[in-house]
């Protein structure tokens, strides 16, 4: 049995003797976790968050008051543009460690991926949730797993024409909307129609009357509410208000109504022509044979798929607004591509050199999940941050949460320069950036990357490439400011958002 191994042994055994053993116990764990640390060459992390208080009460004081300020980012930036990018800080007792470092999130990712586990993610989302693949750890998440990768595969093979009418609703719309138009809730909706198009088999807008609606705002509400728990970590328990269950509810009894809809449908007329409207939920059933847990699974893949997508589209149109030269670049791509068809084929969006640049360079900026944490499930190793340069390994115990900063990564000096925090699509025509590797991870890595990653790619360049086609004269509202990025008011749910919304002028 290797160290690692003794010391979990004796964890197990911790549990149910008496305290003199428990003492005798601890000191033998102590011991093993210092040796096994030693022999990595493990040395503490030196550079500690600043704090006054007792308890470092005063960080989280801070937090807060940026949070209200709507600049909970821009505060976090001075930490990691003061003490580099691992630091640690002790919370009631408890040390915690934030990392922007590419090598430790790979390590947490990707390379020891099986030493790390959710922590209080499950508790946080599962009431909106339930149980799917954004709740489960282990097996349960690896069934969860393979059951819709299976399903993004086969949507790998459709076309974009599945978008068509999606996108020909919001253009409409936006024609309809004449002057300053904020562009962000209709990109929210746009991003409702196709994740529900392609879960329930047909756009819940097309669902008339008060449970669309009830539904929309439920889904809201929820989504706000669960991300605020997120934040409480393992004092989620703290904040379950009724209205938040009621909205649960109502989420639930929404999906629920397309699986019966679905099963019906099967019993009606056979799997096959069931499959042709309903395809994620005959196949998700197929393997599950339990209506709550397909239906659990839809509201898992409709959290992932909506605002992420319409957070990628409005920050796009946001930055394109403020850097006309980029928008005039790319329109000419568009046009030069397409000689203005708007038939827009897989094939086509994939010429478009410069737009996958200013989409890269968006989620370089504006990450649409920008933070993340873990918990070790054992006691691992983080390959850097120890140590006087921060260059040793790290001996992290069992139960230590990470928190994980992809949006101060993607606007590190030592791997974007001095222009880190410019808008500069052309940084990904040139060589500088072809071994990025994980510096670059706006869909994460590893064994959990995003599975809607080209479904989003897709649909959010078929838009932009469209938006930009119909309204040739879009541009920035006067009198609107243009403050260096980052520094704007951003609204922080699960994603980050603009607080101000997307405000343009389609001319
Ligand atoms: C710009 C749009 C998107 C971004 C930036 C994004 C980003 C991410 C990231 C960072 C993760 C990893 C989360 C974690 O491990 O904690 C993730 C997971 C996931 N995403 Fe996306 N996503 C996007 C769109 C979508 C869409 C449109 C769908 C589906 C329609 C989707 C489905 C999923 C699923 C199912 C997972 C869970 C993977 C797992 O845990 O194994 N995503 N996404």
Not at 126 to 153: A, C, N, Y
Not at 188 to 205: D, H, K, Q, S, Y
Not at 368 to 377: G, K, T
Not at 471 to 495: H, N, R
Request: charged share 20%.
């Amino acid at each position: 049995m290797g160290l690692l191994g003794q010391f979990e042994y004796l964890q197990s055994l911790f549990e149910t003797r008496q305290l003199p053993l428990r003492v005798a116990i601890a000191s033998v764990i102590g011991y093993l976790v210092y040796s096994f640390g030693d022999q990595h060459g493990c040395l503490p992390v030196q550079t500690w968050i600043p704090y006054k208080w007792p308890l470092a009460l005063d960080i989280l004081k801070r937090q807060y008051d940026a949070s209200s300020e709507q600049q909970l980012l821009l505060f976090q930036s001075q930490y990691f543009d003061k003490l580099g990018p691992n630091m640690t800080f002790k919370l009631f007792g408890n040390q915690g460690f934030l990392t922007a470092d590419p090598k430790n999130v790979e390590a947490i990712l990707a390379t020891n991926f099986e030493d790390w586990e959710l922590g209080s993610r499950r508790p946080g989302l599962f009431p909106m949730l339930g149980e799917g693949i954004f709740t489960q750890d282990g097996r349960p998440w690896k069934h969860s797993r393979e059951l819709l990768r299976r399903q993004f595969v086969r949507i790998h093979r459709q076309d974009s024409h599945v978008f068509d009418d999606h996108v020909n609703d919001l253009i409409t719309k936006l024609k309809s909307a004449s002057g300053v138009v904020d562009l962000q809730p209709h990109f929210l909706r746009f991003t409702l129609a196709t994740t529900t198009a392609l879960i329930f088999g047909e756009p819940v807008i097309s669902v008339p009357g008060e449970e669309t609606d009830a539904f929309e705002k439920s889904f809201d509400y929820a989504s706000y509410i669960s991300a605020l728990r997120l934040r409480l970590a393992d004092f989620e328990w703290i904040w379950k208000p009724a209205k938040f269950k009621e909205a649960c509810a109502v989420i639930k009894d929404f999906a629920m109504h397309f699986v019966e809809l679905a099963l019906k449908e099967m019993e009606q007329s056979g799997k096959e022509a069931a499959s042709e409207k309903y395809a994620f939920i005959i196949e998700l059933y197929k393997e599950m044979q339990n209506p709550a847990l397909v239906r659990d699974q839809l509201v898992h893949v409709l959290i992932a798929g909506r605002d992420t997508t319409a957070c990628l589209m409005s920050w796009t149109f946001f930055l394109l607004v403020r850097h006309p030269e980029v928008l005039a670049k790319l329109r000419t791509e568009i046009q030069d591509v397409t000689g203005g068809s708007s038939d827009m084929s897989r094939a086509v969006i994939s010429k478009m050199k410069y737009l996958r640049c200013v989409i890269n360079e968006v989620q370089r900026l504006y990450p649409q999940l920008p933070f993340n944490v873990r918990v070790a499930a054992k006691t691992t190793i983080l390959p850097s941050g120890g140590g006087p340069d921060g260059n040793s390994p790290v001996l992290i115990p069992k139960h230590t949460g990470i928190g994980y900063s992809v949006y101060h990564m993607h606007r590190q000096k030592s791997i974007y320069g001095d222009d880190r925090n410019s808008f500069r699509p052309e940084r990904w025509l040139s060589p500088e950036l072809e071994s990025v590797g994980w510096g670059f991870m706006p869909f994460h890595g590893g064994p959990r990357i995003c599975l809607g990653k080209d479904f989003a790619l897709t649909e959010a360049s078929y838009a932009i490439i469209r938006i930009i086609q119909t309204f040739p004269e879009l541009k920035l509202p006067p009198d609107l400011p243009i403050v260096p990025t980052g520094e704007e008011k951003q609204a922080m749910t699960i994603v980050v958002m603009s607080a101000d919304g997307c405000k343009v002028s389609l001319g």
